[in-house]
């Protein structure tokens, strides 16, 4: 059996311990997606033959700001308490996923909030930034510049060389490489939040 059926087959039976062993396993094959409907977490196949609800009202989102932390039970809802957080302590304020990935930081500055959303941890959105086209975080690079360059022959090592003063490394570039294959498939989107 191959393992992307075993890993089917271990979702469907319900063989893992927890709904994150589920969620992390799925995400990382590619073949699913994770969303919550109505409290609920639900596995689907990204051809939509598949759907299983994994656990009701246990997808936290944690938001830390000022040394303090919180917990959210959407994105939509981390969101929106982030919003009010920063404005109130005009502190930074991260939110992360279930897995503990950082899913956006808020920064309110000068009587502004800017807001960055990291779709992977090398990639980094914001409407404050290249007009909110993806970029390789910590810098103005898009997305589609170093897959333009890919396209057009150069190899990672000549990038990199490239992009010397900017620190760009070969992961950030294959990075790019996996944001806009993942942005194919469906998998993710331009603002995660």
């Known amino acids: 059996m191959a393992e992307t059926d075993t890993t089917l087959y271990q979702i469907t039976q319900g063989t893992y311990q927890t709904y994150r062993e589920v969620l992390e396993d799925a995400l990382e094959w590619g073949r699913y997606r994770a969303y919550t409907y109505e409290g609920d977490v639900h596995i689907s196949g990204l051809d939509g033959g598949f759907d299983r609800v994994i656990a009701r009202g246990e997808l ?29 302590k005009s502190e930074d304020i991260l939110i992360y996923d279930y897995n503990e990935r950082l899913l956006a930081k808020l920064v309110w500055l000068d009587e502004r909030l800017f807001e960055e959303f990291y779709p992977s941890d090398r990639i980094a959105i914001s409407q404050d930034i290249c007009m909110g086209q993806p970029c390789i975080a910590n810098t103005h690079i898009q997305v589609w510049l170093i897959l333009d360059q890919l396209a057009d022959g150069w190899t990672a090592e000549e990038i990199v060389e490239d992009y010397e003063e900017d620190n760009i490394t070969i992961p950030d570039v294959m990075a790019c490489l996996d944001y806009a294959s993942k942005v194919l498939r469906g998998i993710t989107f331009t603002r995660p939040l």
């Open 60 to 88: 936290f989102f944690r938001i830390v700001y000022a040394g303090e932390e919180s917990l959210a039970p959407s994105q939509e809802e981390a969101l929106v308490q982030s919003r009010e957080r920063a404005r109130q």
